[in-house]
């Protein structure tokens, strides 16, 4: 089946490790985001990426890193510099081509972190 | 700093009746305009997304957009219990990313 596959779905987290998050998709999807949620909040953007090998800071990066070695892959990192990183992470991608229709972004399914 | 703004509700509505959500963007050059349903602890669902001014329809919902207003709405028919969810309103800013607006929390009413 086609679609973005995001792990681990629950992820625990000690104070002052690194984790990283997987995104997949086999959409052939030029684009991949990643989104923050917080409980009762909107998404607010992590790193964005257009094409391969390049990627951009969204509004809320730091204690964040990413990299987008290959087209379908796009994991990130939340590093001990993230403060308060409890959250639900939403990844996501478009065809970023072919118009305004391309734009459309699906999600993943998300991964739940806790700090604990 | 590009912004989308909803009502965060909740917004309450009987069964059966119209829900209206609303939604305003700052970005005038935006030209690409979503909504998203997002059931709790779910990820966001694609309901329609819309470009040109005017309304788009599909089913029980209808998407309504005046750029010149920065304006964009979300009308849902005959509204279901299962329509409660939290609304997403989301636009793209110029050729680059995605931004969300809150949210706003429907509740139908039996």
């Known amino acids: 089946d086609g679609g973005i596959t995001q792990s681990p779905k629950y992820l625990f987290r000690k104070e002052g490790q690194n984790v990283t998050l997987s995104c997949e998709q086999n959409?052939?999807?030029?684009?991949m985001y990643w989104y923050r949620q917080d409980p009762g909040q909107g998404l607010r953007l992590i790193y964005y990426s257009q094409i391969v090998n390049d990627f951009q800071k969204g509004d809320i990066a730091e204690g964040y890193s990413v990299s987008r070695e290959k087209k379908e892959s796009f994991p990130l990192t939340v590093t001990s510099a993230q403060k308060n990183p409890t959250a639900f992470y939403l990844c996501?991608?478009?065809?970023?081509?072919?118009?305004?229709?391309?734009?459309?972004?699906?999600f993943g399914e998300g991964s739940w972190l806790t700090v604990v | 700093q590009k912004e989308v703004e909803q009502n965060s509700g909740p917004l309450s509505v009987p069964e059966g009746a119209i829900a209206s959500l609303n939604c305003t963007y700052s970005?005038?050059?935006?030209?690409?305009f979503f909504w998203y349903r997002q059931y709790s602890g779910k990820s966001p669902e694609l309901i329609m997304s819309i470009y040109s001014n005017g309304d788009k329809e599909d089913g029980r919902f209808t998407a309504q957009l005046n750029k010149a207003s920065q304006y964009v709405s979300l009308l849902i028919r005959d509204s279901q219990p299962s329509d409660s969810a939290t609304y997403l309103c989301?636009?793209?800013?110029?050729?680059?990313?995605?931004?969300f607006g809150k949210g706003t929390r429907l509740h139908i009413l039996p």
């Open positions: 959409l052939n999807h030029d684009a």
């Open positions: 996501a991608s478009s065809i970023n081509r072919g118009g305004l229709a391309g734009n459309t972004i699906y």
């Open positions: 989301a636009v793209k800013i110029g050729d680059d990313k995605i931004i």
């Open positions: 970005d005038r050059g935006s030209q690409s």
